[in-house]
């Protein structure tokens, strides 16, 4: 594992782990929001998926983990062109690399939209617990009443959520959100897409991802105990057993659905 850091075409750096060591298959990880890089499933595909011939590459998005941008770098244009700048980098290094995706909630919306603008590259997309949704799941936020009054009086506010680091939301951000809906913008067959989702998820609705799946075509798998994180009892085992058999072309199909 080591760090590097990849030029956004913004003009900030994008914090960057690599444990890749130039296998023919890469899945980048897109973390969800307020997580980080170096989260727990991070490290937990960090220590599974090389095992199997796939490197994984992870960043930060941004205003997230290390990245060095504030709340004025936290643009959905931004999060998809920093996806597209990791796997230019990635494809520099080697142009035959069979490039793959793990996304999870927040990352699970962005890496959607990024293949909607480019369905002619057929790449796989795993995805846990996908906010497909998360425009909607913003406007929540603005229910609350602090919320707001922040927004109002400060020009952001920071949902009360356990997050790596303060996440300030802009009016900007949530424009942004506003204008990405994935439903209008994701097409059928911009991409191989595999999904797991909690039954339980009180975060992003479970309802919705089959929405999605059934719409687009999507193989979904449903841990009827699970929650947002899916790390319940056996969980994370199952989700790193659907994320291999998927990444290596045997499907989910004839794995156990909970």
Not at 192 to 197: E, F, N, P, R, W
Not at 233 to 258: C, D, H, I, W, Y
């Amino acid at each position: 594992m080591q760090q590097e850091w990849v030029v956004s075409r913004h003009g900030y750096r994008i914090a960057c782990r690599n444990n890749w060591d130039g296998q023919n298959q890469v899945a980048i990880v897109c973390h969800g929001f307020g997580s980080s890089k170096n989260s727990p499933m991070v490290q937990a595909l960090d220590q599974t998926l090389p095992a199997h011939g796939i490197g994984v590459y992870s960043f930060d998005f941004p205003a997230h983990g290390e990245s060095p941008v504030g709340e004025e770098g936290l643009r959905v244009p931004f999060c998809i062109d920093d996806l597209a700048e990791v796997e230019a980098h990635l494809l520099a290094r080697n142009p035959q690399a069979e490039i793959s995706y793990f996304a999870s909630s927040f990352g699970a919306y962005i890496t959607l939209l990024y293949l909607a603008q480019h369905p002619h590259r057929q790449r796989k997309a795993f995805l846990r617990s996908a906010a497909v949704t998360m425009p909607a799941l913003a406007a929540g936020w603005l229910l609350n009443q602090r919320a707001q009054e922040d927004l109002a009086r400060q020009g952001y506010f920071v949902p009360q959520y356990d997050y790596v680091r303060e996440m300030r939301i802009t009016p900007a951000f949530l424009d942004d959100l506003a204008e990405y809906n994935l439903f209008t913008r994701y097409r059928q067959g911009s991409a191989q897409v595999a999904m797991v989702h909690g039954g339980q998820d009180q975060v992003a609705p479970v309802k919705a991802a089959q929405r999605f799946a059934t719409r687009f075509g999507a193989q979904l798998t449903i841990l009827s105990q699970g929650e947002h994180n899916l790390m319940g009892p056996g969980e994370l085992e199952q989700v790193l057993s659907l994320a291999v058999a998927f990444l290596q072309g045997r499907g989910t199909e004839n794995l156990e659905k909970m």
